[in-house]
């Protein structure tokens, strides 16, 4: 299987205001729908509203939704050129900005590693993550070590977005971009995403990350 290659500049999948993976007005819609469909009547859905049920009952469905374990054992081969770790993860779109020239890989021991994919379930800057990363013995995985990841688990990039900020380069405009790897409509990309400080990282973003 071939990687498409398209020349286009990054296209912003997990910075905050995005909603490629955020809930659609025709998704609310036909919420509003099925509530309508149950027989429900108005005196019953505000006291559900009233009762704080409704939040708790959402809130228990994503506990049971996040169960998934969020440790994974991948190989990662520092000495593998480039390329070749970009195709073993045989996506059907790369960003062409990522290359050996714009990523150098560091030396690292080349082996098992356990990455860990972090949710923190808010919108944050990257400087908050770092914090919360290194609070918890954590350091920002790199781009190996997210193609890595992307190559041993293909799918889990469909359920979500994972951000590597361990990896960064400076664009032409001036801009650190980071790698990151994104699902849409049954399509697996390698894309980047601008670094910048008055961003936000959109709340769904899950933060790959080594222990220390």
Partial sequence: ????????GPR?????????TMVTPNQIADIIRQIADSGINRAQLQALRESGRLSALLREYMEDESSEPNTYTVTVDYDQPLADMIKAGRYDWTNVDITVEHFPVKKRESGEVELHVVHFGRSMTTK????????RGLRPAELPELLALGAAHPDLQRKYSLVALGSGWQNPVGGVDVPFLLGHDG???LNLDWNDPGHRWYDGCRFVAVSK
Wanted: proline share 0%.
């Fill in 128 to 135: 908050e993550v770092l914090v919360e990363l290194d609070k």
């Fill in 187 to 189: 399509r697996r990309s």
């Fill in 1 to 8: 299987m071939s990687v498409a290659v398209t020349q286009i």
């Fill in 12 to 20: 912003k999948g997990c910075q905050r205001g995005i909603t490629m």
